[in-house]
């Protein structure tokens, strides 16, 4: 969907790193999601939001983090201490209805 | 928790064939069933979805089914062509709490590969 921007589309990281994913949307959505897709899996929920200033973790939210400050924005930070982060990250939204995604980052370890 | 499997892990059909696809759940309680497809390197993208108090749901081609005594629904696609290659996932609520939107929990996908 137009309305969800994910950037970068492709993202490097250096052992002992911390790097950042952004997602922005524009639909006026309450909630945004974070999911970590590996080949072969289906979708892994790492943190989530429902409103500002409030998110809660997922399934596998150890070694990220986020913030929600603003209701259009929900940046990801994947940190160190994410020993196997290689893989395609996805962000949603969704407001009293389906889940839209975006594009997707891909994050190689260098 | 919400437990989803989906099978087949890999569909090929010859063009024209009907594909499906079939998740079962854990919660009696989840009551909002999407359904996704992502083409190679892009964003899922929902197709179809349907809510615990309707049976079937049809949109052209595509339909899915909902049982909820057995717990499990289908994606069923008819008449299906080369475009429908694509990774297709459903999805469950991980538990009601009254509502039919917000957190899913994602089927592990199915490989649908159809052959002109």
């Known amino acids: 969907d137009g309305g969800i921007t994910q950037s970068p589309k492709y993202l490097f990281r250096k052992e002992g790193q911390n790097v950042t994913l952004s997602c922005e949307q524009n639909l006026n959505h309450d909630a945004m999601y974070w999911y970590r897709q590996d080949p072969g899996q289906g979708l892994r929920l790492i943190y989530y939001s429902q409103i500002v200033n409030d998110f809660q973790k997922g399934d596998i939210a150890e070694g990220y983090s986020v913030s929600r400050e603003k209701k259009e924005s929900f940046p990801l930070t994947v940190t160190s201490a994410q020993k196997n982060p290689t893989a395609f990250y996805l962000c949603?939204?969704?407001?009293?209805?389906?889940?839209?995604f975006g594009d997707g980052t891909r994050l190689s370890i260098l | 928790g919400e437990n989803v499997e989906q099978h087949p892990s890999t569909l090929s059909v010859q063009e024209g064939d009907s594909a499906v696809i079939k998740c079962t759940y854990s919660d009696s309680a989840s009551n909002y069933f999407p359904w996704y497809k992502q083409e190679l390197g892009k964003r899922p993208q929902l197709i179809i979805d349907i809510r615990s108090n309707v049976g079937e749901k049809k949109d052209q081609r595509i339909a899915v089914t909902l049982n909820k005594t057995a717990k499990h629904f289908s994606l069923h696609i008819t008449e299906t062509q080369p475009e429908d290659s694509a990774v297709y996932f459903c999805a469950a609520p991980p538990n009601a709490g009254g509502t039919s939107y917000g957190k899913l929990t994602f089927g592990q996908g199915t490989i649908l590969t159809v052959h002109p």
């Open positions: 949603a939204s969704s407001r009293a209805g389906p889940q839209h």
